[in-house]
T-cell receptor, first 113, second 114 residues
Framework: DVKVTQSSRYLVKRTGEKVFLECVQD?????MFWYRQDPGLGLRLIYF???????EKGDIPEGYSVSREKKERFSLILESASTNQTSMYLC????????????FGEGSRLTVL | AQSVTQLGSHVSVSEGALVLLRCNYS??????LFWYVQYPNQGLQLLLK??????LVKGINGFEAEFKKSETSFHLTKPSAHMSDAAEYFC????????????FGAGTRLFVKA
């Protein structure tokens, strides 16, 4: 089975702190994604990566950056956390563009005080 | 640009009743379409997907969905609801023009009454 592991299920940070959310997949997938999930808004795409060292902006990239130095790992970085970034963050991976199906981690719930 | 609209943020059915969750999409080229389910405190898991083969797609747990190009719809159904179906359901689309990004609808929370 594909496993997507997000390093922290729950985090509490203060405004202005730098936050790292880590995601690791164990199936040699090419594509990886970061979404945030908010009630009534569904999942919104923050950043994605089709291959190692590649990254592309999604629909809401402002305030975020990403890093993909190794194929299995995709990190989301909040350079200076703000209260409006309090949310559930979901990482997903996909074998390649043709297969379509995303495999999700369990999510990281971030609260910024 | 791709988009997904799910009609109804909350749907309530009785146990044993038909489940119908509505999804309409916008795509200028043949899309891939998906339904995902999310149980409390978990990530999303795939229920079923349409990738230009048969228009009626069967998924896990007795769910199915029909792709109707003329209506740009991909509604999810299940003949008989079970208490364990209570969850949030997301419709999603990806296509070539969108670079195969997967775009999600806002979600529909399904409640099942005993």
């Amino acid at each position: 089975d594909v496993k997507v592991t997000q390093s922290s299920r729950y985090l509490v940070k203060r405004t202005g702190e730098k936050v790292f959310l880590e995601c690791v997949q164990d199936m040699d997938h090419e594509n990886m994604f970061w979404y945030r999930q908010d009630p009534g808004l569904g999942l919104r795409l923050i950043y994605f990566s089709y291959d190692v060292k590649m990254k592309e902006k999604g629909d809401i990239p402002e305030g975020y950056s990403v890093s993909r130095e190794k194929k299995e790992r995709f990190s989301l970085i909040l350079e200076s956390a703000s209260t409006n970034q309090t949310s559930m963050y979901l990482c997903a991976s996909r074998q390649d563009r043709a297969t379509g199906e995303l495999f999700f981690g369990e999510g990281s719930r971030l609260t910024v005080l | 640009a791709q988009s997904v609209t799910q009609l109804g943020s909350h749907v309530s059915v009785s146990e044993g009743a038909l489940v119908l969750l509505r999804c309409n999409y916008s795509s200028s080229v043949p899309p891939y379409l998906f339904w995902y389910v999310q149980y409390p405190n978990q990530g999303l898991q795939l229920l079923l997907k349409y990738t230009s083969a048969a228009t009626l797609v069967k998924g896990i747990n007795g769910f199915e969905a029909e792709f109707k190009k003329s209506e740009t719809s991909f509604h999810l159904t299940k003949p008989s609801a079970h208490m364990s179906d209570a969850a949030e359901y997301f419709c999603a689309v990806s296509d070539l023009n969108g670079g195969f990004k997967t775009i999600f609808g806002a979600g529909t929370r399904l409640f099942v009454k005993a």
